[in-house]
């Protein structure tokens, strides 16, 4: 009897497991539901993001010389950013790119005076037909081997030029046109530097091109040119850029990158009193291997008028930046820079924030880890 029992139990226990066997089979045959990412990528819809977080210390503040990495002991959140992007070869597209943080409070006040830790770096439509492409709305700028994105730069400050020698955002129209696979010109019409919107009518032209004859070579020239608020020094006056950035390409692991600038700003420093000043940045950027990295950056900067420092005088800057990527969305960056200046530009202590320079040097050291996805 007790036989008969267990023989029952066990054929029902088989019969239980083959329908589960055959529900699972069922089960697998079935088509996978798609995920977000691949019904985005199907539609051509592309997400990505970051987030960068830092520790710096220096011993003084280069607020009135660095752009984003201006704090003197400060753990921060530098940026999060995301974007969302539709940008198909031919035909109508849009861009959107939000981040917040403190390097967004930065770019927000530059562009309207207001504390914000949230700002829209670039949000526009774009038409492309055939070799041109046209964009309205507001973009980064076209000038600088930096950006404002810290996942495309290779060290964690930005440069001497990055900071009032370039623009960073421009809000308006441009038109890019393909003269062939290796070369291009781009022209547009923007409010100004920065300038998310105006209450004037001048605006600022921007003219550029790129030639890239090959993977080893990159030649990229800009150039910004037109008149300020009139509420600056009670004129409309007359602002210009040339940038040039060159890129080489020693080998897979070796590039180099020089980056130049000329300034002029008519009345800058008063009626009748122009402004101008010019410098270089050199990049050496090399991958020992297939996790680490080291970038070297030097720079040389001609304020000649004294409008950016507020005296006549030549400052020069040498970053060194390690990079080490355990992954392939992390990085950790640990970077040292010494900046030097002909005169007492910088401020030593919080107090001379306040009353005045009172350094000639600055010494500082940063830790960043940055996360994409």
Request: glycine share 10%.
């Amino acid at each position: 009897m007790k036989k008969s029992v267990v023989t029952v139990a066990t054929t029902a226990l088989l019969m239980g497991c083959a329908l589960s066997g055959a529900a699972l089979a069922q089960d697998a045959a079935k088509p996978a539901a798609p995920s977000i990412s691949d019904v985005l990528a199907s539609s051509g819809i592309t997400v990505s993001g970051y987030v960068a977080a830092s520790y710096s210390r220096s011993n003084g503040y280069p607020v009135n010389i660095h752009q984003f990495d201006n704090k003197h002991d400060s753990f921060q959140l530098d940026q999060a950013g995301l974007t969302i992007a539709y940008q198909p070869k031919e035909g109508f597209g849009a861009l959107v790119d939000i981040f917040a943080g403190e390097d967004a409070r930065i770019l927000h006040a530059a562009e309207n005076g207001n504390d914000n830790s949230f700002d829209v770096r670039q949000a526009f439509v774009q038409y492309a037909n055939g070799s041109l492409t046209v964009m309205a709305g507001k973009f980064v700028t076209l000038a600088g081997a930096e950006v404002i994105n810290p996942t495309l730069n290779t060290n964690f400050s930005r440069s001497l030029l990055f900071f009032d020698s370039q623009p960073l955002t421009h809000t308006g129209v441009r038109a890019t046109y393909a003269l062939s696979d290796t070369f291009s010109v781009t022209g547009g019409v923007n409010n100004g530097w920065n300038t998310t919107s105006t209450s004037y009518g001048s605006k600022t032209g921007e003219l550029g091109f790129g030639w890239i004859p090959n993977k080893t070579f990159s030649l990229l020239g800009t150039a910004y040119f037109g008149k300020t608020d009139p509420n600056f020094g009670g004129n409309d006056s007359m602002k210009t850029l040339f940038d040039v950035v060159a890129t080489y390409n020693a080998t897979s692991s070796l590039t180099f990158i020089l980056n130049l600038d000329i300034n002029k700003w008519d009345d800058a420093l008063g009626a009748g009193q122009n402004a101008s000043w010019s410098g270089v940045a050199g990049y050496v950027n090399y991958a020992i291997n297939a996790q680490w990295r080291v970038s070297v950056r030097a720079e040389y900067l001609d304020d000649k008028d004294g409008f950016l420092t507020g005296s006549q005088q030549k400052l020069k800057e040498g970053t060194v930046t390690f990079g080490y990527a355990p992954v392939k969305n992390f990085e950790l960056r640990l970077e040292g820079r010494y900046d030097k200046a002909d005169t007492d530009t910088f401020f030593k202590t919080a107090a001379a924030v306040d009353t005045g320079a009172d350094t000639d040097s600055l010494t500082g050291f940063a830790v960043q880890g940055i996360y994409k996805f």
